[in-house]
Antibody, heavy 121, light 108 residues
Framework: EVQLLESGGGLAQPGGSLRLSCVAS????????MSWVRQAPGKGLEWVSA????????YYADFVKGRFAISRDNSKNTLYLQMSSLGAEDTAVYYC??????????????WGQGSLVTVSS | EIVLTQSPGTLSLSPGERATLSCRAS???????LAWYQQKPGQAPRLLMF???TRASGIPDRFSGSGSGTDFTLTISRLEPEDFAVYYC?????????FGQGTKVEIK
């Protein structure tokens, strides 16, 4: 059974930093691209970032470019999102999502339960 | 970026009725790379459909997708109680991948 378990969310100060982790199990982590998708309270879904299977290629939405960094450790089956220069607009539940296949990174067939990030002073 | 506009915002229907959800793109969706997700309160989204009309694993055949280019439709042939939820379309043909704002299907 595929499982994605996020952690690391919580309260951050404006301008501060936070690192999210997502531990994967139930599939061969190193052979799938992964993404982060967020959802502000009461709002819709927003794709944030993606990383290919090896970690050699990363992709970002414009609104996080230069502030967030996605990475992965395939030896630990773990995906990361390092967030910095956080603003109130970054307050959201952040989901870790698995890419469907090597040809279709952008289809998200499994999702974690989400990690809430709140940016407030 | 490709903007996806879903309509209606809310659909009020009874169990057993047919639901028709629309998703319109601001430009043609490359290779018909269009997916649909279902989200229930307090839960993560669930993949329903990709490639416009291919059902994801375990999705019942009362769900169907259609369309091409810029206009897409998700149809639920006969609503079951568990189908009342929010539905999002998503394009994955061009970065940044984008979602529609969602259509809520509620019990009338």
């Amino acid at each position: 059974e595929v499982q994605l378990l996020e952690s690391g969310g919580g309260l951050a100060q404006p301008g501060g930093s936070l690192r999210l982790s997502c531990v994967a199990s139930g599939f061969t982590f190193s052979t799938y691209a992964m993404s982060w998708v967020r959802q502000a309270p009461g709002k819709g879904l927003e794709w944030v970032s993606a990383i290919n299977e090896s970690g050699g290629k990363t992709y970002y939405a414009d609104f996080v470019k230069g502030r967030f960094a996605i990475s992965r450790d395939n030896s630990k089956n773990t995906l990361y999102l390092q967030m910095s220069s956080l603003g109130a607009e970054d307050t959201a539940v952040y989901y870790c999502a698995k890419g469907y296949s090597s040809s279709y990174y952008g289809i998200f067939d499994y999702w974690g339960q989400g990690s809430l990030v709140t940016v407030s002073s | 970026e490709i903007v996806l506009t879903q309509s209606p915002g809310t659909l009020s229907l009874s169990p057993g009725e047919r639901a028709t959800l629309s998703c319109r793109a601001s430009q043609s969706v490359s290779k018909n790379y269009l997916a649909w997700y279902q989200q229930k309160p307090g839960q993560a989204p669930r993949l329903l459909m990709f490639g416009i009309s291919t059902r994801a694993s375990g999705i019942p055949d009362r769900f169907s997708g259609s369309g091409s280019g810029t206009d897409f439709t998700l149809t639920i042939s006969r609503l079951e109680p568990e189908d009342f939820a929010v539905y999002y379309c998503q394009q994955y043909g061009k970065l940044p991948w984008t979602f529609g704002q969602g259509t809520k299907v509620e019990i009338k």
